[in-house]
């Protein structure tokens, strides 16, 4: 009976021996798994304060787009330390040559005929400087007309911005929407109302409201200063 009673004692602590295996083992495979789920996620650009997010089954340019629109329609502040999201697309070697190849295929969904539209260029490089931003955005903006005469450019309200984002030897792309809407993309500046914005460039108010600011302390003083305010409107 004691020789049993041992042979049962033994048996359990096995149990509980590969139980804890099986235990560890399961936690050091979800450790692996989150670690490459994360990585998969977020890739590093070799850029200080640039970090690539990856996604899956769907557009970045469409995903971005969705949470631009939300903040621009909500006015609610949902990131504290990111200041512009921009949708990468498309990428090569940042070589003149490589983008004119790259972008002929790259720019057709947008502005080969029958589609069309007015555009932008916008260009920024970083840890690059053997591109020449004049050089990239007159070819680019050449392969855009030669795809279809009918687009034009605007720099005021297009209805495309072309993002050129260079990153040491690799050129992003991305064709978005509302972007001068959307405050060229700027998290920070999206959420931000009329007001605010008015409030900052005081240079926007009209000449009624520039008449209103002026408080005289006097009444000759406010007989005279009216006059300067009506000499310097008209």
């Not at 040559?97 to 007015?118: H, I, L, Q, S, V």
């Not at 260009?123 to 400087?129: H, P």
């Amino acid at each position: 009976k004691f020789s049993d009673h041992e042979d049962r004692l033994s048996g359990s602590e096995r149990e509980e021996d590969e139980d804890d295996v099986e235990a560890a083992l399961k936690k050091e495979v979800g450790q692996i798994r989150a670690s490459t789920e994360q990585k998969l996620r977020r890739v590093e650009s070799g850029a200080n304060n640039v970090v690539f997010i990856r996604t899956r089954g769907i557009e970045p340019e469409n995903l971005v787009h969705h949470i631009l629109k939300d903040m621009h329609a909500t006015k609610k502040k949902k990131t504290r330390v990111i200041l512009r999201m921009l949708p990468i697309s498309g990428t090569c070697k940042a070589f003149m040559e490589d983008m004119k190849k790259y972008t002929e295929t790259f720019f057709e969904p947008w502005f080969k005929a029958p589609n069309k539209g007015t555009f932008q260029i916008v260009y920024k490089a970083r840890n690059n400087s053997h591109m020449s931003r004049e050089e990239v955005i007159k070819e680019l903006a050449g392969i855009v007309g030669s795809l279809n005469p009918e687009n034009k450019v605007d720099l005021n309200n297009p209805q495309y911005t072309i993002v050129v984002e260079i990153i040491k030897n690799v050129c992003c792309l991305s064709v978005v929407r509302d972007y001068v809407l959307f405050r060229k993309y700027n998290l920070q500046e999206v959420v931000k109302s009329n007001k605010d914005n008015t409030q900052q460039n005081p240079s926007s108010l009209t000449e009624d409201q520039n008449s209103k600011v002026v408080k005289p302390e006097t009444e000759k003083e406010e007989e005279k200063s009216s006059k300067e305010v009506k000499q310097e409107n008209k």
